[in-house]
């Protein structure tokens, strides 16, 4: 697994604190819900709820997770996709589902930290949720149009004050990670770039490897393909430092934008109330899953970077990432009713 590295600076130091619990779990009763189906969990199908569309780097990330998951639980995972309105409408399901493990869903960034200050009201609370596993970290990449004629961040950057209001730049929705990522980048480089939402960030993609819009600020995971085989051309990363998949890329900071730095992550959430030995059981196999060397590797395949951690350790990054999101918007302007 990858060093701590991997997380957003400011849940550095509160992991190392907390690091001793992930691998030590106190036995605890069979909870009240599998007592009362008369059964140990998992006795039927889980729904893992992706909160964005299928094909996207959330997607795929939690498919090779719930494929090994099911043979560990002997339970089949569903997948099932809902996306729109930021994360809202798939977190919202998990919400409101019975505290019973049979169904969980992604939280990330996006839904656990940025839509607090995005949206004026949200169909859930992401305080409530209970922190399951976290299942790793990727950066973004600022990604172009292989015909735009920018070879670096500089030139982007120069290209932009020349051209006010002319460049496009595409994002997977409102509130993501590439969006704000994005205007981040506005904010820290004076630069007047037009926002183009899109539901996911497969048809954005499509949309730049076509021409009809110029840029992206895109998960690794899912813009790295496009990358390799030439459709578009990477520019930087977005963390604090390179990626190993493209070590010759780098950083946006190095590319002369003093301050930025944005990482996304994601896990395993449940509703409010879920038992703890469920958590215990799910955090145990994930963890473990984490690290075989054949998830390690496609993981890394897509540029997500895991660890193992313990179970509260989504809700410690989301109080943590927070106010730092809540910043960006502020500045930005971005708001969603």
Known sequence: MSSIDALPARGR??????????????????????????????ARPIRLVVPSAAGGAPDAICRVMGNELATALGQ???IDN?????GAIGMAEVARALPDGYTLGYGNV????????LYSRLPYDPDTLTSVALLGTVQNALVVRKELAVGSVQELIAYARAH?????????????TGHLGGELF????????????YRGSPQAIQDLIGGQIDLMFDNLSSIAPHVKDGRVKALGVSGARRSPVFPQLPTIQEGGVKGYET????????????PADIVTRLNQEINRILGTPSVRTRYGAMAFETMASPPNLLRTMAQIET???AEVIRRSGAKVE
């Open 263 to 274: 990482t996304a992550w994601g896990g395993i959430v449940g509703p409010k109330g879920l």
């Open 82 to 86: 809902k996306p729109g309105a930021g």
């Open 186 to 197: 506005k904010s820290l480089t004076g630069t007047f770039i037009t926002h183009v939402p």
């Open 110 to 117: 996006v839904t656990l930290a940025i839509n607090k200050s």
């Open 164 to 176: 006010p209001g002319r460049l496009t730049m595409g994002s997977a929705g409102n509130g993501t």
């Open 323 to 325: 106010p730092r999101w």
């Open 76 to 78: 089949p995972i569903v």
């Open 13 to 42: 130091r509160l992991l190392l604190r907390g690091a001793a619990a992930a691998g030590v779990v106190a036995a605890v009763p069979r909870s009240a819900w599998a007592q009362a189906a008369g059964a140990a969990f998992p």
